[in-house]
């Protein structure tokens, strides 16, 4: 496993932009966490638990925090469709006919509001790309990192052997400064990816994938970044283990068929959640 610093830049996290992220603008529940462009809602954009919501758009989707009801999915079939917020029963708001799907999408009861945080204080794009659950790109993962370095293999699932470099930013984004590096990666010499990046310190990043260009690092805009959660050897164990729940929820979720959107968002959630959890 070789490993190249291409641009010596060391990750700068301003303590303003941290502390701003982190108290992320409070919302009383119910609470949207994420939603697609029809339903012309923001992020931690308060509604009523009852309020009528709509999309002018079909196939497109919402999710709500509302509490102890924990995150709702709505999914609109038809354009124009129309739900109330925490409403499960997937009925359109006016005609009464099944035109939207709801469900629950969250796992775990009594924080939903607190992986929502957790979540919004670090969302760095709002662009959720084909290249998350499929592909050639680096797949959201918790990394190990120990005396020997960070173990990058479960990040690098589904990337083929080969040379790359990735841009590798620490969230919030906000006041951070990317660092790019380059590897070769070889899981049949190294499945574990152990590879000492200097500078880099626990905490949740994105990495993006690209091509060594010229002594720079070519990405791609359409692949999406994939969430990572570096963790130090002394809580590596318990947030595995905690990870394993996880992902096997999430993992259940997307065989159910529940969207890119939704697997990504939850997926996200429970990492930065988890991310809270080992800081505290």
């Not at 400064?177 to 152990?194: A, C, N, S, T």
Request: charged share 20%; net charge neutral; hydrophobic share 40%.
């Amino acid at each position: 496993m070789k490993l190249t610093i291409i641009t010596p830049a060391v990750i700068v996290l301003a303590v303003a932009g941290w502390l701003a992220a982190q108290s992320h603008s409070p919302c009383n529940l119910p609470c949207v966490v994420k939603a697609e462009d029809g339903w012309v809602l923001q992020p931690n954009q308060h509604v009523d638990q009852n309020a009528v919501l709509g999309s002018r758009l079909a196939n497109q989707e919402a999710i709500i925090d509302c509490g102890s009801a924990g995150w709702i999915l709505h999914t609109c079939s038809k354009p124009n469709c129309k739900v109330r917020a925490c409403d499960l029963e997937g009925k359109d708001a006016s005609s009464g006919r099944k035109d939207v799907s709801s469900g629950r999408v969250d796992p775990v009861a009594g924080r939903s509001a607190e992986l929502r945080a957790s979540y919004l204080g670090r969302e760095a794009t709002t662009h959720i790309g084909a290249a998350v659950r499929g592909g050639r790109e680096p797949n959201d993962a918790l990394l190990l990192q120990n005396a020997q370095g960070i173990h990058w293999g479960p990040a690098l699932e589904r990337v083929l052997e080969g040379t790359y470099c990735f841009r590798f930013t620490r969230l919030p984004a906000a006041g951070s400064r990317p660092l790019i590096f380059q590897l070769q990666w070889d899981r049949r010499k190294d499945r574990e990816g152990v590879m000492a990046v200097p500078t880099v310190t626990p905490g949740t990043y994105t990495l993006e994938k690209g091509t060594p260009d010229n002594g720079g690092c070519r990405i791609d805009p359409e692949a999406a970044a994939a969430w990572v959660l570096i963790a130090p050897e002394s809580d590596f164990g318990r947030a595995s283990a905690q990870w394993q729940t996880d992902t096997a929820w999430t993992n259940k979720l997307e065989e159910s068929g529940a969207s890119l959107m939704a697997v990504t968002t939850v997926r996200r959630g429970l990492l930065a959640g988890l991310a809270d959890s080992l800081a505290h």
